[in-house]
């Protein structure tokens, strides 16, 4: 069916699962001659496509779906015509430029849905859309050698996940969080080794271990990051998708001399997505969430913003409890 409400090239989706990501408390804060009220957060949805508009091809009633940080591009930049989506100047983001997935539905460019692989929940899809597929191609485009070691700083809504993809790809994995509370959890995640950065430098015991090749810092802050690059190994890659707004001082001669690189990574495109969920699904990897009603999104960003969310809060548009 051509529903005639949906815009040339779009999809409506009756969604069954939204999550909450860090960036989402600036946006449900947004203020300002430039914000376009009302705003509407959320951009890891999942749900059920319930119209079609025309000029898509490839989607059909009732198929099951997620959308994430990546909600469309132009297609004809040369980023898109690379196949670099997700740095298309026009990119999309749902949530920013349309209404987000915080409601019982959501339309989408149609190149921005990803079809969800049978057996997995809505409430596991939904966050597959930013922190699943950013931390499995953070970790898969790396170049990690077979064997390899990958360190995750920050064990939470982004690190969690990334925990499980890095040990499922057959890496050894130490997993760097503040206190002995979580290495029990760490442990169950998948991770080989467990760091307490306030009972020892993790890059000297990374070091120990000869060096890690890849960093991965999940958690929002920057002031760490100094300190872990002598954890490195030669070539080693530090990698930033946790960020805040601070910036980072580098050892230029330690890079230099040992073929280091820092950079930063984004997110994945909706074919990136669709493989994140095919793996994790085939591999067992799964987010730890939390559902609440979407009534109650309000007290949702209180609890992630006071660092409560064990570990991803997932919105029920569903739940009227």
């Known amino acids: 069916m051509i529903a005639p409400a949906t815009p040339f090239g779009h999809v409506r989706i009756d969604v069954a699962a939204s999550g909450i990501c860090y960036a989402d408390l600036s946006t449900a804060r947004a203020s300002g001659k430039n914000t376009v009220f009302p705003v509407t957060p959320g951009h890891e949805v ?16 009732g198929d099951r779906v997620a ?16 196949g670099d989506l997700v740095h298309c100047p026009e990119r999309k983001i749902p949530g920013l430029s349309y209404p987000g997935g915080w409601a019982q539905s959501i339309t989408v460019p149609a190149d921005a849905v990803a079809a969800i692989p049978d057996g997995m929940t809505f409430g596991d899809a ?20 077979a064997g390899g070691t990958v360190a995750v700083f920050g064990i939470g809504g982004l690190g969690h996940l990334a925990v499980q993809f890095a040990a499922k790809m057959g890496y050894r994995v130490v997993a760097i969080a503040r206190g002995q509370d979580r290495a ?40 760490p990051v100094k300190g872990l690059l002598p ?10 998708i946790g960020v805040d707004t601070g910036s980072i001082s580098v050892p230029v001669g330690q890079l230099v001399m ?13 074919l990136d ?13 799964k987010p730890m969430v939390e559902q609440m009603p979407l009534a109650q999104a309000n007290e949702a960003l209180t609890r992630l913003a006071a660092g409560e969310a064990r570990f991803r809060i997932i919105l029920d548009p569903m739940d009227a409890s």
């Open 46 to 61: 999942a749900g059920t496509i319930a119209e079609i508009g025309e000029g898509v091809t490839g989607r059909a009633l």
């Open 67 to 82: 959308v994430g940080w990546f909600g469309g591009s132009c297609g004809q930049c040369a980023y898109c015509r690379r």
């Open 126 to 145: 939904a966050p597959m859309g930013c922190a699943g597929v950013t931390t499995f191609n953070a970790v898969r485009e790396a170049s990690v050698p």
């Open 184 to 223: 029990e959890l760490a442990h169950r995640l998948g991770a080989h080794h467990y760091i307490d950065s306030t009972a020892e430098d993790p890059a000297t015991v990374l070091a120990s271990f000869g060096g890690a090749n890849l960093i991965l810092c999940t958690a929002p802050t920057t002031a």
């Open 231 to 240: 954890g490195l190994a030669v070539r080693g890659r530090l990698t930033l």
């Open 258 to 270: 040992n073929g280091q690189l820092v950079t930063g990574h984004l997110t994945g495109s909706a």
């Open 273 to 285: 997505t669709e493989e994140a969920m095919r793996f994790a699904q085939l591999n067992g990897v």
